[in-house]
């Protein structure tokens, strides 16, 4: 018997016909749901971020929106990666691959990645730390790491500081271990 004769191909779909339509069903449920939850989660934590910025007016507003700003790409970052994965996860297992070596190797390469990119990762934790305590926002008059000047932007991974004399300075979030704010006051 020819492979691709029709009775091949008509036996090979009532063997496997329910299956596929299942899981057809099933993917076409988690894209969508992935889709409903991300929205749902984005719409969230851009409420909460808005509510936080909602309370406040003037110069405290401008400089906490770079930090709120920062703070809600890395939160969507986040979201969107982890709801990623598990739907791929997720679609790969509907489809009926078996994902332990999958997971498997991307957790060895994981492993791999992260001893690699400590550093990198320190510093991201140390800006998100940094945003989260608002030691110090855009403008202020700080000294950081031996450097005084005022703070022209904070990110996720470094601070840029320029000095009186016009040098622009960028050090790693995860170098700093003492700040100095000048520009906030003294508590009474």
């Known amino acids: 018997m020819h492979v691709f004769s029709s009775?091949?191909?008509?036996?090979?779909?009532?063997?496997?016909?329910?299956?596929?339509?299942?899981?057809?069903?099933?993917?076409?449920?988690?894209?969508?749901g992935y889709v409903v939850l991300r929205l749902v989660l984005g719409r969230i934590t851009r409420g909460?971020?808005?509510?936080?910025?909602?309370?406040?007016?003037?110069?405290?507003?401008?400089?906490?929106?770079?930090?709120?700003?920062?703070?809600?790409?890395?939160?969507?970052?986040?979201?969107?990666?982890?709801?990623?994965?598990?739907?791929?996860?997720?679609?790969?297992?509907?489809?009926?691959?078996n994902i332990v070596p999958l997971l498997t190797t991307a957790s060895v390469a994981g492993i791999a990645v992260g001893f690699g990119a400590q550093k990198l990762v320190r510093d991201m934790i140390s800006g998100f730390f940094i945003l989260m305590d608002d030691l110090y926002g855009v403008g202020d008059s700080v000294t950081i790491v031996g450097v005084t000047g005022a703070v022209e932007d904070i990110g996720m991974r470094t601070?840029?500081?320029?000095?009186?004399?016009?040098?622009?300075?960028?050090i790693p979030n995860g170098d700093i271990s003492t700040v100095c704010n000048h520009s906030r006051p003294a508590s009474s």
């Not at 400089?63 to 996860?89: K, T």
């Not at 601070?159 to 960028?170: N, P, Q, S």
């Open 48 to 97: 909460i971020l808005g509510a936080g910025l909602a309370k406040l007016s003037g110069e405290v507003l401008k400089a906490r929106e770079a930090r709120v700003r920062a703070l809600g790409s890395l939160l969507s970052s986040v979201i969107d990666f982890v709801l990623g994965f598990v739907a791929v996860i997720m679609i790969l297992q509907a489809v009926g691959l």
């Open 7 to 32: 009775a091949y191909w008509n036996r090979f779909l009532d063997t496997h016909a329910e299956a596929a339509i299942f899981a057809l069903v099933k993917i076409v449920a988690i894209i969508v």
């Open 159 to 170: 601070t840029r500081i320029r000095d009186e004399a016009g040098k622009l300075y960028v």
